[in-house]
């Protein structure tokens, strides 16, 4: 792809794992385990083409509500990824971060999450971003209790603009997301950076997360191509 037309932020749904194993009579946590396999092909793929940010929806402030057993799964899969990929984070200058209700994760998981950003924190090619224990309306009410606490103290201050909210956010210097892309066909945003994505491309493909691979990602990436943002503005004055 043209450089000028690659997004420099991408964010991804990824649904469709538990849809994946019971297609093929398996155990939920399998299709959670190839889901894996589809995150470090498209992390792999994101950087190799330049990609500046990736942001992957992991685990939402809802899945807490599903049953115990895959909960705990996905939480020591999370871990064995993590201590997996640390060495080729490293060596792709890969920093990764995470934003979400980090404190609500199993103990052993959040050490290695933070042991993982400590080590990658000084690398500058691409920022992997994992969305845990993550709900875009708590984000949202976080930041406003956040600004309002700041404003407090601070007397005389004007009130809180959309500037001064986003610093707010978990992630304040990551720009908005130029493409979110959703796979498995459902047509939701499921409380993913509600925000961020005002102006986001969408992208929703009917392919399952465990099959998303590079081709697939490379597909997105060539239909973003051809969108025309307007960002509220006419096409007049876009092409002007």
């Known amino acids: 792809?043209?450089?000028k037309s690659l997004p420099r932020h991408v964010a991804i749904i990824?649904?469709?794992?538990?849809?994946?194993?019971?297609?093929?009579?398996?155990?939920?946590?399998?299709?959670?385990?190839?889901?894996?396999?589809?995150?470090r092909a498209i992390v792999e793929t994101a950087r190799r083409l330049g990609v500046r940010y990736l942001t992957l929806y992991a685990f939402s402030t809802e899945n807490w509500g599903r049953p115990t057993a895959?909960?705990?799964s996905l939480m020591e899969?999370?871990?064995?990824?993590l201590e997996d990929e640390l060495k080729e984070m490293m060596d792709q200058q890969i920093r990764l971060r995470a934003i979400g209700s980090l404190d609500q994760l199993p103990g052993p998981t959040r050490e290695k999450l933070e042991k993982t950003m400590r080590a990658t924190r000084r690398n500058r090619r691409m920022d992997l971003i994992l969305a845990?224990?993550?709900g875009g309306r708590?984000?949202?009410?976080?930041?406003?209790?956040?600004?309002?606490?700041?404003?407090?103290?601070?007397?005389?201050?004007?009130?809180?603009?959309?500037?001064?909210?986003?610093?707010?956010?978990?992630?304040?210097?990551?720009?908005?997301?130029?493409?979110v892309i959703r796979t498995s066909g459902e047509l939701r945003l499921s409380n993913f950076l509600l925000w961020q994505s005002a102006y986001s491309e969408l992208y929703v493909t009917e392919t399952l997360w465990p099959d998303f691979r590079e081709k697939e990602f490379k597909?997105?990436?060539?239909?973003?191509?051809?969108?025309?943002r307007r960002f509220g503005l006419t096409r007049e004055q876009v092409t002007a």
């Open 1 to 3: 792809m043209p450089r």
């Open 14 to 39: 990824m649904d469709g794992n538990g849809r994946w194993a019971q297609s093929r009579k398996l155990d939920r946590v399998e299709g959670h385990r190839e889901g894996a396999r589809s995150v």
């Open 70 to 72: 895959e909960v705990r």
């Open 77 to 81: 899969l999370l871990g064995e990824y």
């Open 132 to 134: 845990l224990s993550y």
């Open 138 to 179: 708590q984000e949202i009410l976080d930041a406003v209790n956040s600004a309002v606490r700041a404003r407090n103290g601070n007397a005389g201050k004007s009130s809180i603009t959309e500037a001064g909210l986003r610093r707010h956010f978990y992630a304040p210097d990551v720009p908005d997301p130029d493409l």
């Open 219 to 228: 597909g997105a990436l060539r239909a973003y191509e051809k969108r025309e």
